[in-house]
């Protein structure tokens, strides 16, 4: 089966900085795009970063300067790097991927998210 894991939440202070991973397993021939999302409580869920195959990025200005998206292909991995972290940062985020891939039959293209990670930035 097809499926998204994403790690590397946790509680750190202002000003500090964490990586999460987000790593698809099963059948993939082809990742077409990959992007993290976050909600915060009382929020709608938001974009915070995406990154297509071509590797053109887009970002949320309010993460703009301070997180970066990037891939391992070869992992079927891709990481986002948060820095300069502020206490309005806190959410639990989700890693999202349009994924052409399959499960006992045949390619397909469909859209998966990861269960979801929680980062909690401290004053």
């Known amino acids: 089966q097809v499926q998204l894991v994403d790690s590397g939440g946790g509680l750190v202070q202002a000003g500090g900085s964490l990586r999460l991973s987000c790593t698809a397993s099963g059948f993939i021939k082809a990742i077409n795009n990959m992007g993290w999302y976050r909600q915060a409580p009382g929020k709608q869920r938001e974009l915070v970063a995406r990154i297509t195959s071509a590797n053109v990025t887009n970002y949320a200005d309010s993460v703009k300067g301070r997180f970066t998206i990037s891939r391992d292909n070869a992992k079927n991995t891709y990481y986002l790097q948060m820095n300069s972290l502020k206490p309005e940062d806190t959410a639990v985020y989700y890693c999202?991927?349009?994924?052409?891939?399959?499960?006992?039959?045949?390619?397909?293209?469909?859209?998966?998210w990861g269960q979801g990670t929680q980062v909690t930035v401290s004053s």
């Open positions: 999202n991927g349009i994924l052409e891939a399959k499960a006992g039959g045949p390619y397909y293209v469909g859209e998966y």
